[in-house]
Nanobody, 114 residues
Framework: VQLQASGGGLVQAGGSLRLSCAASGSIFSISVMGWYRQAPGKQREMVATIGSAGTANYADSVKGRFTISRDNAKNTVLLQMNSLKREDTAVYYC?????????WGQGTLVTVSS
């Protein structure tokens, strides 16, 4: 499975960005897709995940501000990020999981300025 993420960039606090991740290759049996992030000096953390049926899970820090969605026909997962804060600055990674495997995209940088 190959994951291609896009949509990162520089935005002012309070602004919005949308991240997109397209999956290709051996995409059958992908169950959960999601977004993780890693800020400088910190461990990678889960931001949001979504199952094949559309059940979403969010980190407490982004609830009410971020929305994850998934288009199974296009094999894409989106992350709409609103009301961005400086602490959302990080490299965001797309993830796809099968029963026995986990796949990562290359990461896209999101920088939120004050």
């Amino acid at each position: 499975v190959q994951l291609q993420a896009s949509g990162g960039g520089l935005v002012q606090a309070g602004g919005s960005l949308r991240l997109s991740c397209a999956a290709s290759g051996s995409i059958f049996s992908i169950s959960v897709m999601g977004w993780y992030r890693q800020a400088p000096g910190k461990q990678r953390e889960m931001v949001a995940t979504i199952g094949s049926a559309g059940t979403a899970n969010y980190a407490d820090s982004v609830k009410g501000r971020f929305t994850i969605s998934r288009d199974n026909a296009k094999n894409t997962v989106l992350l709409q990020m609103n009301s961005l804060k400086r602490e959302d600055t990080a490299v965001y990674y797309c993830n796809a999981r099968k029963v026995l495997d986990s796949y990562w995209g290359q990461g896209t940088l999101v920088t939120v300025s004050s």
